[in-house]
T-cell receptor, first 116, second 115 residues
């Protein structure tokens, strides 16, 4: 398997622009997670999905952030409008279903977002 | 709610020396415990995990971790560090019950390896 795929790997945009980050989870995994990593706050869970349904979005910083999972093989994280404080590395991770194995997360390589 | 503390932000060791990275957790019961490694520019990769049974857990890349219930700790160890082990290491805990099984990650420990 190719693992979790994220695109783009790097994104530089200007303040106020819309940014869309993409993720393809590992086939057969039922859970998908979006994380944000910064020096100041470490690794933060933004939102996670189970079977394409958002379960907990309490980590989404504000209404400028939205996430969707239209099918089992694709998810997006959108920021509109973007701000410089959104600059971070965004990770997507997926987990298989059931039992303790569920807790093992497989991370993508991340998208480094820079908002100027 | 569970929490994870990694007391050391940075650890510097010489290549070939032994390593121990500390992790303490706060939780009402024994949680599930994990160590992940993040190499520069990469995502996190699972090193090892503890669910139950033997408190000494073997992982990939020669790492091991020991769960000590009395100390609420899950320290990561390696007997001889290689230069390629330089990376960021994250401890994580996940509750066994309660409906939300989402792991909480520590802030990470950056490992620097001197030749």
């Amino acid at each position: 398997d190719a693992g979790v795929i994220q695109s783009p790997r790097h994104e530089v945009t200007e303040m106020g622009q819309e940014v869309t980050l993409r993720c393809k989870p590992i086939s057969g995994h039922d859970y998908l997670f979006w994380y944000r990593q910064t020096m100041m706050r470490g690794l933060e869970l933004l939102i996670y999905f189970n079977n394409n349904v958002p379960i907990d979005d309490s980590g989404m910083p504000e209404d400028r952030f939205s996430a969707k999972m239209p099918n089992a093989s694709f998810s997006t994280l959108k920021i509109q409008p973007s701000e410089p404080r959104d600059s971070a590395v965004y990770f997507c991770a997926s987990s298989p279903r059931g039992g303790p194995v569920y807790y093992e997360q497989y991370f993508g390589p991340g998208t480094r977002l820079t908002v100027t | 709610a569970q929490s994870v503390t990694q007391p050391d932000i940075h650890i510097t060791v010489s290549e070939g020396a032994s390593l121990e990275l500390r992790c303490n957790y706060s939780y009402g019961a024994t949680p599930y415990l994990f160590w992940y490694v993040q190499s520069p520019g990469q995502g996190l990769q699972l090193l090892l995990k503890y669910f139950s049974g033997d408190t000494l857990v073997q992982g990939i890349k020669g790492f091991e971790a020991e769960f000590k219930r009395s100390q609420s700790s899950f320290n990561l160890r390696k007997p001889s560090v290689h230069w390629s082990d330089a990376a960021e290491y994250f401890c994580a805990v996940a509750p066994i019950s309660g409906g939300s099984y989402i792991p909480t990650f520590g802030r990470g420990t950056s490992l620097i390896v001197h030749p």
